[in-house]
């Protein structure tokens, strides 16, 4: 088109001249057809046009005149066709300008008829609608428009349409014809000829980077607008105190609790500072708070009790600091929680716990008195029927003062188990890690019950697997109590057939072995109702058992914690008239110094001689123990002196040092044992070995025992032989009693490896 234009501009001076060129020929012909006809009428009528000169110069004037008027018109005519054709030429120029700057112009321009078809538009509409300008000419404007905004666009201009309002500027989205959307914004131009509206001229810009820009704004000032109310709304229903001072201490944000809980406005609060409304020496500590928290740059964390209109509550108050993105401190914030309530429950945990601690003082000072008034009686009875089960007695002397030691030991299991329990449960109970015979253990076990299986004759068999190493490194002693437990158990309920004694190999740990236990039995059995309760405590298979069997109840649930402190785990299996087994296993490490232990012995006449020149001081306030102590010592040839309470072995002490050995009995009259220990250790600075001997074995006396400056701690009643070896050790001196050949250990030399044998 623009060519075109060109070309017409080109060839308008060419038809001007072409125009001049035929005025000229016009005027020319017409002036020479006048004068052919002048010279046609001389020719013809001379005489005539003589006598009529007149006339024909009237004519000739005539024609002279038309011609001027000719020359006249045709130059006006010249004029007026020069003027339309420069008029031209300009609208020519306007239309080329026009067209250029809608085919340059950054927006899409277009024209539509009344009906909104669309009647021209730029070339640029390809860039932002995809469809090329011939697409789109007769194509109607709302073919672009989104669907889910067209309604709203067509009301638009139906109203710019009734209404007649000239302008008008809308923005929506087009799709374009990839199905891409873009928001664009339209400046409409209603065009009219004569009052008449004849259409619509629209200029088309693409906004959809600023509509994404615009949506990205209303979006974050909407999530602003949510978390702001989001905050007010925490900070309107929490009952916690919230506010937020700057760092001149003028408040700037208080929440709704905090006007409550002091009485005070809104309005009296912000821009105040706590001067304003508090007493000035309680202003003066908020200001010092606030001065730390912006000092150092840390939260503070105190208990305050503050005067509210619900009388004095208690609060727990946090000042943190407020930090902007560049890390620079602009306020203080704080927020103080009622923990009224908790204070006030914390008092009363306060005071429950003083109370259960003084509970369980009075538990422990029970069951030492009783553990202490039982077991000393119990000490005498134990050990002056041992001492007399030493003499010549008859036949029913010797039966008579064997069902004295055998009731004495039934009556210190029930104590023992009842002090054990107390131990369990306060998780208290301490396990040992000591080198042990395994055999030694089995050996007492059958120490323990033979006279009872002879009795009633049924035989105690005992099986040890041969790939066991008889040297074992753990706790003999609570091995023996759940032994001990479980034959007496099945020897209760037992009463033909035979107890067997198991230890089997079960698997190899880093640093030993696990064994496994079984004690079974060929008794009564239990019944399935009973088996899974056979473990609780104070549990027995029936009210007829305990009344039949006796006992506790608390055997079986001691063996059972006894198992698990040492990492293993007790089950049983059981069959009404056939008998019972009990199945537990234990891990033991293997000794890595092998010594060669040696065995028990349990008749008093085996240590005679043991002791023999050995000075003992024996403090203890009980006559009849202090008969059986001393028969005990002097026995082994031992010399004893026998002070009536600690007050009176330590003047002995000063008077006569040359002691070899005390034994110390803790509860006494005047002074007791751990007082008197500390000052021979103390004020005396004596290194005289000390047996601590206890009647009441409560959790932590034998550290306490320790820390007293004491060697070893033994319980009452105690047995012979276990007293001798602990003198013997302190004193230097090896216990050893040969083993007969066809009982002889199978243990390794001294100091050599001992591996397992598999």
Request: proline share 3%; with cysteine.
């Amino acid at each position: 088109m623009i060519q075109h234009l060109k070309l017409k501009k080109i060839r308008l001076p060419l038809i001007k001249g072409l125009r001049c060129k035929v005025i000229g020929l016009f005027l020319f012909a017409v002036i020479s057809m006048s004068l052919t006809g002048y010279l046609i009428m001389i020719t013809n009528h001379g005489e005539t046009i003589i006598a009529n000169r007149g006339v024909i110069y009237l004519l000739m004037g005539g024609d002279c005149l038309i011609f001027g008027l000719i020359i006249l018109l045709l130059n006006r005519l010249n004029k007026d066709i020069i003027l339309r054709e420069d008029a031209e030429d300009k609208l020519l120029q306007s239309e080329f300008k026009y067209r250029n700057l809608v085919e340059n112009a950054a927006a899409v321009i277009y024209s539509a008829d009344i009906l909104g078809n669309i009647n021209f538009v730029s070339d640029k509409v390809i860039q932002l609608t995809g469809y090329p300008s011939a697409e789109l000419i007769g194509m109607h404007f709302s073919a672009l428009v989104d669907p889910a905004g067209l309604d709203r666009v067509a009301r638009h201009y139906k109203d710019q349409l009734q209404t007649g309002t000239a302008e008008t500027t809308l923005i929506f989205p087009i799709i374009t014809k990839h199905g891409e959307q873009k928001w664009v914004e339209q400046f409409v131009i209603l065009l009219t000829e004569k009052s008449k509206k004849i259409g619509f001229q629209c200029i088309v810009k693409e906004i959809s980077e600023q509509k994404l820009m615009q949506q990205e704004l209303e979006a974050s000032e909407f999530r602003l607008k949510e978390n702001q109310l989001w905050l007010q709304s925490i900070l309107d229903n929490t009952t916690s105190l919230i506010y937020i001072k700057d760092l001149s201490g003028r408040y700037m944000l208080v929440n709704r609790r905090f006007t409550e809980v002091l009485n005070i406005d809104h309005d009296k609060v912000i821009n105040k500072t706590d001067y304003d409304f508090n007493p000035i020496e309680l202003a003066d500590h908020y200001k010092l708070m606030d001065q730390k928290v912006i000092r150092t740059r840390k939260s503070v964390e105190i208990e305050e009790w503050i005067d509210t209109v619900e009388g004095e509550r208690n609060f727990l108050l946090i000042k943190f600091p407020l930090l902007d993105e560049e890390g620079n401190i602009f306020g203080i914030s704080g927020i103080a929680t009622d923990i009224t309530e908790r204070a006030h429950y914390q008092q009363e945990l306060i005071q429950a716990t003083k109370d259960a601690e003084e509970a369980k003082k009075m538990q422990e000072q029970f069951l030492a008195n009783m553990s202490h008034e039982i077991r000393t009686p119990m000490n005498g009875i134990q050990g002056m029927t041992n001492l007399l089960l030493e003499t010549s007695l008859t036949h029913e002397q010797n039966e008579y003062a064997k069902i004295i030691r055998r009731s004495s030991n039934n009556l210190l299991v029930i104590i023992n188990d009842i002090l054990d329990f107390s131990k369990i449960k306060a998780g208290k109970l301490v396990i040992e890690k000591i080198d042990f015979s395994l055999k030694d253990v089995l050996e007492n076990v059958k120490d323990v019950f033979g006279h009872r299986m002879e009795k009633k004759e049924l035989d105690l068999l005992v099986e040890i697997d041969p790939e066991i190493p008889d040297l074992l490194r753990g706790d003999p002693y609570r091995l023996n109590q759940v032994l001990v437990n479980l034959v007496g158990n099945a020897l209760k309920f037992t009463d033909k057939g035979h107890v067997r004694i198991s230890v089997k190999f079960k698997a190899a740990t880093a640093t030993g072995a696990i064994l496994h236990f079984s004690v079974a039995d060929t008794g009564i059995g239990i019944s399935k109702d009973n088996l899974p309760h056979i473990f609780d405590s104070f549990s027995q298979a029936g009210v007829d058992i305990a009344r039949r069997y006796g006992g506790t109840g608390l055997g079986l649930a001691i063996c059972q914690q006894l198992v698990r402190i040492q990492n293993g785990q007790i089950t049983v299996t059981s069959e009404p008239g056939k008998g019972s087994s009990f199945d537990f296993g234990i891990p033991y490490d293997f000794c890595e110094d092998v010594r060669q232990l040696q065995k028990a012995v349990t008749n008093i006449d085996d240590y005679a001689g043991l002791l023999t020149g050995k000075r003992f001081l024996v403090a203890e306030d009980n006559e009849v123990n202090q008969t059986l102590i001393e028969h005990v010592l002097r026995k082994a040839g031992g010399i004893v002196r026998i002070a009536g309470n600690g007050q009176e072995a330590v003047d002995e002490l000063k008077a006569n040092p040359d002691y070899d050995l005390i034994i110390m009995d803790l509860q006494m009259p005047v002074m007791g044992g751990y007082a008197a220990s500390r000052v021979i250790r103390g004020e005396m600075k004596m290194g005289i070995p000390i047996i601590a001997m206890t009647a009441t074995a409560l959790i932590g006396e034998q550290q306490r025992c320790q820390e007293a400056g004491m060697n070893e701690y033994m319980t009452k009643p105690f047995e012979f032989h276990d007293l001798y070896r602990c003198i013997a050790a302190l004193l230097g001196k090896i216990i050893q009693r040969p083993v007969p050949p066809e009982k002889s250990l199978d243990i390794p030399p001294l100091n050599m490896p001992l591996k397992r044998m598999l």
